[in-house]
Each structure stands twice: as C-alpha cells, then as structure tokens.
C-alpha cells in the first residue's frame, strides 16, 4: 500500500487514509469524481478531493438524513431528494413500503453512473419503479413546485461549487412553498468544530430559519467527515422533531437499522453547549 488519500481539513490538520487501489478518476462537467479502494473504509468516494461517503460509515449519514424526518411524519409518501446522487439517501427510503414516489434531483449524471458501477451497495436501489431521476440542478427545479412534497432531503456537497446554491435563502424559502402544509425539510448542516465549518453551519441556520416556522438542528458522529462530529438541520411547517415522534409506530415497522434507533432519534437534538451557543448567535 503506497498510495494515501489526504483531505485537509484546516490548514494544520487533515484526514488520511491508505489507499490499497484507485478504481475511477475522471473529470465530469461539473467536478473531480474519484473512487478509491481502502482496508479500513472499503471503497469512498471523493468529489473534487473531499470525502463524500465511504462504506464503512455511509449508514451513520443516510440512517439520519432520512430516518429522522421519516419517523416523525405521520404519512411520508411523495419525496423530494437533491443531491445524494450516490443512491444512499435512495436505498433508506425504499425500505418503506408507505413510500409511494421519490424523485432524486442530482446535477451530475456521472456521479451516479459511477456509484452504480463502483459502490454497488450504496446504489443499489436508484433502479426501483418508485424512484425517477432528473439529471438538473436543484436551485432550478424547486422553484417549480407548490404545495407537492410531503419531505424534501437536501444531501448536497458543501456550500461551494455546484452545492453552493443549495445554501441560499432562495433555495429554503422555494422548497418551504413546494412542501405541502405539513411537509419537513432534512438537510447536510455541515460540522460545528473547526471555525470554518462553523461559520458555514452559523450562516445555514440563519438562512433556514426566515423560511420555516420550526427549525431544529441534530447530530451524529461520522468518522471520516471534518473532527467525525457532524449536524443535520430539521426544518417544519408543523411537526415537532421529539414530541410528534411516534416510537412505537416506527419501531412496529421493523426496519433493521445500524445507527438509528428511536431513542438516538431524541437524543440527537440534545447538542452541546457550545453548538447550541453557535446556532443561538444567528
Ligand atoms: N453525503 C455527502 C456529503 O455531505 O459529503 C453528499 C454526497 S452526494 C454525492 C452530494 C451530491 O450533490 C453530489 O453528487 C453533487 O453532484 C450533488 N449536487 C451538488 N450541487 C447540486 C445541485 N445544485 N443540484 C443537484 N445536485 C447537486
């Protein structure tokens, strides 16, 4: 093993993982796709060099993006996904039977062409007949809708590049109009520690909250995202992230999860005092 794949996060720290082989590199129109091999994290893809999900740990991130909001809405059949082109925040929701439709707003057809060739387990439901895929940018494709998704999941890159738009207050008042009266927004809140990540994290929450009248935010530990402590936003028109939870209809569903559990679910909205501190001076 000679080869490492180093993503910097600060200027003074970084995460690195020995490579055994590269399986994919290639230039698409809108960003650097890699895909590398490794002992310890099986296959990752990376995007322009940052890390976008590995094997190893992609369910802590997909188990909540979507398990959350999906616990808490009482009949989530019509969904939006934007991003998440790698199929993880897909194969999630088609473990419900409820699920009646997902369209999947990815900007870069060949992230998931890669992904279905390369990290099959990931991918493995972006063919079901529920799921439709429209190859556009999200920025562009909410604004055409009204009163129509039931749950929107925001699983974008970072808030620089093609994801950048997905950041702006245009973007959250725009899928606030196109959730229905009851509808819940989840989305990638980025990582409260390092200050740069906590100034996007700061700046997020401030451009969510002028668009929904409830906005939580939760976390979990993801190993290979910047200092493994990552957020994810909540935002609703109705519903309450802990007091409209309904454990028992939810666990009576028996999924099989690996990090999500009902009572995980409450306890990732209790966050330290330094990160409610951070949300509080928006
Ligand atoms: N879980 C990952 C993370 O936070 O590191 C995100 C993974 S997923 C691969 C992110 C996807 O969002 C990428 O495939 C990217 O092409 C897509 N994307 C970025 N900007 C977009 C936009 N404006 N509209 C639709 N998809 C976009």
């Given at each position: 093993m000679n080869l490492v794949f180093t993503e910097k996060h600060t200027e003074n720290v970084g995460l690195s993982i020995g490579v055994t082989r590269q399986l994919y590199s290639g230039q698409s129109e809108f960003q650097l796709i890699e895909v590398f091999e490794s002992e310890d994290f099986g296959r990752f893809l990376a995007l322009d060099g940052f890390m976008m999900l590995t094997e190893k740990d992609e369910f802590i991130y997909h188990e909540m993006i979507v398990h959350v909001p999906m616990a808490v809405h009482p009949n989530p059949r019509n969904i939006l996904i934007i991003g998440g082109g790698d199929g993880g925040a897909v194969r999630e929701l088609c473990r419900?039977?409820?699920?009646e439709h997902i369209d999947l707003v990815e900007i870069d057809e060949q992230v998931v062409q890669v992904c279905k060739e390369h990290l099959p387990t990931v991918?493995?439901?972006?063919?079901?007949?529920r799921v439709k895929i429209h190859y556009e940018d999200g920025l562009r494709y909410?604004?055409?809708?009204?009163?129509?998704?039931?749950l929107i999941i925001?699983?974008?890159?970072?808030?620089?590049?093609?994801?950048?738009?997905?950041?702006t207050k245009e973007f959250y008042g725009n899928c606030n109009k196109a959730l229905k009266e009851d509808g819940i927004l989840s989305n990638q809140?980025?990582?409260?520690?390092?200050p740069l990540d906590a100034s996007a994290v700061r700046q997020i929450h401030k451009r969510v909250i002028t668009s929904f009248p409830l906005c939580r935010v939760y976390q979990a530990h993801i190993?290979?995202?910047?200092?493994?402590h990552w957020l994810f936003g909540f935002s609703s028109k109705?519903?309450?992230?802990?007091?409209?939870?309904?454990c028992q209809k939810w666990e009576e569903l028996g999924l099989k999860t690996r990090y999500y559990n009902t009572k995980l679910h409450k306890a990732?909205?209790?966050?330290p005092t330094y990160v409610e501190e951070l949300i509080r001076e928006v």
């Open positions: 419900y039977k409820s699920v991918a493995s439901d972006l063919d079901d007949s909410i604004r055409r809708f009204t009163d129509y998704y039931d925001v699983d974008s890159t970072d808030p620089f590049g093609p994801g950048e738009g997905l950041f809140h980025e990582s409260p520690f390092y190993p290979t995202y910047p200092s493994g109705k519903y309450h992230p802990v007091k409209d939870l309904d990732s909205f209790a966050l």
